[in-house]
């Protein structure tokens, strides 16, 4: 991992990403099998051996200059690697001059003294990253002292890796780090999404390709655009992706220009399918194994029919098939976390309501639509240190229902006190289409989006995640008969939320307090 994503992602308020991150042990490292710490000057592999402890003064000769970091917020780090290239040979540089590193060109040959290695790491992720930094209360020199050749790229099989054990491949893919690898006939895992959901920056975007690796734009750009066409999307085959080793709660390939991504590839590996399901093995390496992956969301041992209070109360996990639930809300933005909230029946109730997720295909929008849905339980997060998660239907395949529309009806009485706690008394109505009476607006959190409501004694959040409402359309003081909306939890916030669906959900009047 480097502090390019790093920081790019603190600027923006840290999330993922979608997640499913890959997580190493900070205790594995860069290990070549060296037993004991160099002295003097050192390789890069000597930098990257678990040998030489963080805090070691460092000092390089003659390495070579692999990539700069010229695009987006952050500019002025760089990697380099050993000439000749190999397993552990690469490192990023972080911290240098500005002025030394605008000097510099890919190719170039530089000496790196007043450095140390440092082993970078966040709260949030129990792994760490090798880099140069400047020496404690010092400053780094950068010196370039001739012109070299960037080593070829190392090429590497992301298909076997991928299909390995976790700690196997978590092994290989350290080997890497800060190499200059490339990774052929790989498909497209997932749509090209931003980094961040809460504060979206349409120049730090990834997607995900075979070998649970990462792609992301950190060091160029990856054309990114809500209007179609996209640059790729889910489901193609990738000649290859060339770029920089990195780790950053997912393994990566960073590309280091647009066209180090490859279109048109035709040998990537078929998708994991019905009939392969219960073989043990990620067929596609995508990092879903069997029934986990959304090719088996059809299979008839991956899924077992169930409710929504089923699932709810933990009785059910794995593959689900849910028949004739019924539509009470959907999500549409940010485009890439899309879905449809659902519930058991006709009236809600406590624990009968759970989330869809349709990643970027718009949900089925009609209120008290019937569906079947299938696919998987699980539990999203996007900071597992902290707080509570949500309980959602991923891999989903959505079947409409014929026949006429229902009407779906809210839980009514339930205490603002319950609904707004975040642990145990909340949990129930995660997901759950309620109704509120006679409720003032006590504030505008952010106008045009969150409001906070109170009924004279406990408060609670309206947020417009299913119903964009304009700025100032909900002044303070407003008094409210009934606001009817859905249950969620804003997990980069821990927060209890309500979201109305649409502006005949928020019916003024009332007596408020």
Same mark, same amino acid.
């Given at each position: 991992?480097?502090?390019?994503?790093?920081?790019?992602?603190?600027?923006?308020?840290?999330?993922?990403?979608?997640?499913?991150?890959?997580?190493?042990?900070?205790?594995?490292?860069?290990?070549?099998?060296?037993?004991?710490?160099?002295?003097?000057?050192?390789?890069?592999?000597?930098?990257?051996?678990?040998?030489?402890?963080?805090?070691?003064?460092?000092?390089?000769?003659?390495?070579?200059?692999?990539?700069?970091?010229?695009?987006?917020?952050?500019?002025?780090?760089?990697?380099?690697?050993?000439?000749?290239?190999?397993?552990?040979?690469?490192?990023?540089?972080?911290?240098?001059?500005?002025?030394?590193?605008?000097?510099?060109?890919?190719?170039?040959?530089?000496?790196?003294?007043?450095?140390?290695?440092?082993?970078?790491?966040?709260?949030?992720?129990?792994?760490?990253?090798?880099?140069?930094?400047?020496?404690?209360?010092?400053?780094?020199?950068?010196?370039?002292?001739?012109?070299?050749?960037?080593?070829?790229?190392?090429? $590497? %099989?992301?298909? #076997?890796? *991928?299909?390995?054990?976790? &700690?196997? @491949?978590?092994?290989?893919? =350290?080997?890497?780090?800060? +190499?200059?690898?490339?990774?052929?006939?790989?498909?497209?895992?997932?749509?090209?999404?931003?980094?961040?959901?809460?504060?979206?920056?349409?120049?730090?975007?990834?997607?995900?390709?075979?070998?649970?690796?990462?792609?992301?734009?950190?060091?160029?750009?990856?054309?990114?655009?809500?209007?179609?066409?996209?640059?790729?999307?889910?489901?193609?085959?990738?000649?290859?992706?060339?770029?920089?080793?990195?780790?950053?709660?997912?393994?990566?390939?960073?590309?280091?220009?647009?066209?180090?991504?490859?279109?048109?590839?035709?040998?990537?590996?078929?998708?994991?399918?019905?009939?392969?399901?219960?073989?043990? $093995? %990620?067929?596609? #390496?995508? *990092?879903?194994?069997?029934? &986990?992956? @959304?090719?088996?969301?059809? =299979?008839?041992?991956?899924? +077992?029919?169930?409710?929504?209070?089923?699932?709810?109360?933990?009785?059910?996990?794995?593959?689900?098939?849910?028949?004739?639930?019924?539509?009470?809300?959907?999500?549409?933005?940010?485009?890439?976390?899309?879905?449809?909230?659902?519930?058991?029946?006709?009236?809600?109730?406590?624990?009968?309501?759970?989330?869809?997720?349709?990643?970027?295909?718009?949900?089925?929008?009609?209120?008290?639509?019937?569906?079947?849905?299938?696919?998987?339980?699980?539990?999203?997060?996007?900071?597992?240190?902290?707080?509570?998660?949500?309980?959602?239907?991923?891999?989903?395949?959505?079947?409409?229902?014929?026949?006429?529309?229902?009407?779906?009806?809210?839980?009514?009485?339930?205490?603002?006190?319950?609904?707004?706690?975040?642990?145990?008394?909340?949990?129930?109505?995660?997901?759950?289409?309620?109704?509120?009476?006679?409720?003032?607006?006590?504030?505008?959190?952010?106008?045009?989006?969150?409001?906070?409501?109170?009924?004279?004694?406990?408060?609670?959040?309206?947020?417009?995640?299913?119903?964009?409402?304009?700025?100032?359309?909900?002044?303070?003081?407003?008094?409210?008969?009934?606001?009817?909306?859905?249950?969620?939890?804003?997990?980069?916030?821990?927060?209890?939320?309500?979201?109305?669906?649409?502006?005949?959900?928020?019916?003024?009047?009332?007596?408020?307090?």
């Amino acid at each position: 991992m480097t502090r390019i994503s790093s920081l790019r992602l603190f600027a923006v308020t840290l999330s993922l990403l979608v997640a499913t991150a890959a997580c190493r042990n900070s205790s594995n490292g860069d290990d070549d099998g060296s037993p004991d710490a160099p002295s003097g000057d050192m390789t890069i592999q000597d930098v990257q051996n678990d040998a030489t402890p963080a805090g070691t003064p460092v000092t390089l000769r003659g390495v070579v200059v692999t990539a700069i970091d010229n695009y987006g917020p952050r500019k002025g780090n760089f990697y380099v690697g050993e000439p000749e290239g190999g397993a552990f040979s690469g490192v990023l540089v972080f911290g240098a001059p500005l002025d030394q590193v605008s000097a510099l060109a890919v190719g170039d040959l530089v000496d790196i003294t007043g450095a140390e290695k440092d082993e970078f790491s966040l709260d949030t992720d129990d792994a760490t990253v090798t880099e140069l930094a400047p020496v404690a209360g010092g400053e780094m020199t950068v010196t370039k002292v001739g012109t070299g050749s960037v080593p070829n790229p190392q090429v $590497i %099989d992301a298909l #076997a890796i *991928g299909r390995m054990e976790t &700690a196997a @491949r978590e092994a290989e893919y =350290e080997k890497w780090e800060g +190499v200059l690898i490339q990774v052929t006939n790989i498909s497209v895992n997932s749509e090209i999404r931003p980094v961040s959901s809460s504060a979206p920056d349409p120049t730090f975007v990834a997607f995900s390709i075979t070998g649970v690796l990462e792609v992301d734009s950190s060091l160029s750009e990856i054309p990114y655009s809500t209007t179609p066409p996209p640059f790729l999307t889910g489901g193609d085959c990738l000649a290859s992706v060339t770029g920089m080793g990195d780790y950053f709660f997912n393994y990566k390939v960073l590309p280091r220009a647009t066209a180090d991504i490859v279109l048109g590839g035709t040998g990537c590996p078929a998708a994991e399918a019905v009939g392969m399901c219960t073989d043990g $093995i %990620d067929n596609d #390496a995508n *990092g879903f194994l069997d029934c &986990a992956d @959304r090719g088996c969301r059809n =299979e008839s041992t991956c899924t +077992v029919d169930t409710t929504i209070a089923m699932i709810q109360s933990g009785a059910v996990t794995g593959g689900v098939r849910l028949n004739d639930v019924v539509v009470v809300g959907w999500k549409t933005f940010p485009t890439n976390i899309q879905g449809v909230w659902v519930q058991d029946a006709v009236q809600a109730a406590a624990n009968q309501g759970v989330f869809v997720f349709t990643g970027t295909t718009a949900p089925p929008m009609t209120i008290g639509a019937l569906l079947d849905v299938t696919g998987t339980v699980a539990e999203f997060d996007v900071n597992p240190q902290v707080g509570d998660k949500v309980t959602q239907i991923s891999n989903s395949v959505i079947t409409p229902v014929a026949g006429t529309p229902v009407t779906p009806m809210p839980v009514t009485g339930v205490a603002v006190s319950t609904l707004n706690q975040i642990g145990t008394a909340g949990e129930p109505y995660e997901s759950v289409l309620v109704r509120l009476s006679n409720m003032r607006v006590m504030a505008e959190v952010s106008p045009g989006d969150r409001v906070q409501l109170t009924n004279g004694t406990d408060t609670i959040v309206m947020d417009d995640d299913a119903f964009n409402y304009a700025a100032g359309a909900y002044s303070v003081g407003m008094c409210f008969a009934t606001v009817t909306g859905v249950m969620t939890t804003n997990l980069f916030d821990d927060e209890r939320r309500l979201l109305p669906r649409a502006g005949t959900d928020i019916v003024t009047g009332g007596t408020c307090n």
